[in-house]
Nanobody, 117 residues
């Protein structure tokens, strides 16, 4: 059983920055591929970024060069640094944990990010 709690969302102007954090509870944090997803009103949930326990990352094309995902295995946390934010980045951002072997997939409650002037 894994519980995920996101924080750090809020209102920011275009071009601004925001840092999201996800705190995980449970056992064997390193067995999970961690990720951030987002869902805008009227749209499907989409992948933003993922990171493995050894630091290998993948990003959606729309955020490459602007967002950076990181994790601290000792603290069981995952972060998403978002720079040069655009209005189209507005969405609810969700933290995700995907077990490497078992069919186990966990989601946080989400945190709202609004980019508007």
């Amino acid at each position: 059983q894994v519980q995920l709690v996101e924080s750090g969302g809020g209102l920011v102007q275009p071009g601004g920055s925001l840092r999201l954090s996800c705190a995980a509870s449970g056992n064997r944090f390193t067995l999970y591929i961690m990720g951030w997803y987002r869902q805008a009103p009227g749209k499907q949930r989409e992948l933003v970024a993922t990171i493995t326990s050894d630091g290998s990352t993948n990003y959606a094309d729309s955020v490459k060069g602007r967002f950076t995902i990181s994790r601290d295995n000792a603290k069981k946390t995952v972060s998403l640094q978002m720079n040069s934010l655009k209005p189209e980045d507005t969405a609810v951002y969700y933290c995700n944990a995907d077990h490497r072997w078992q069919v186990l997939h966990y989601w946080g409650q989400g945190t709202q990010v609004t980019v508007s002037s």
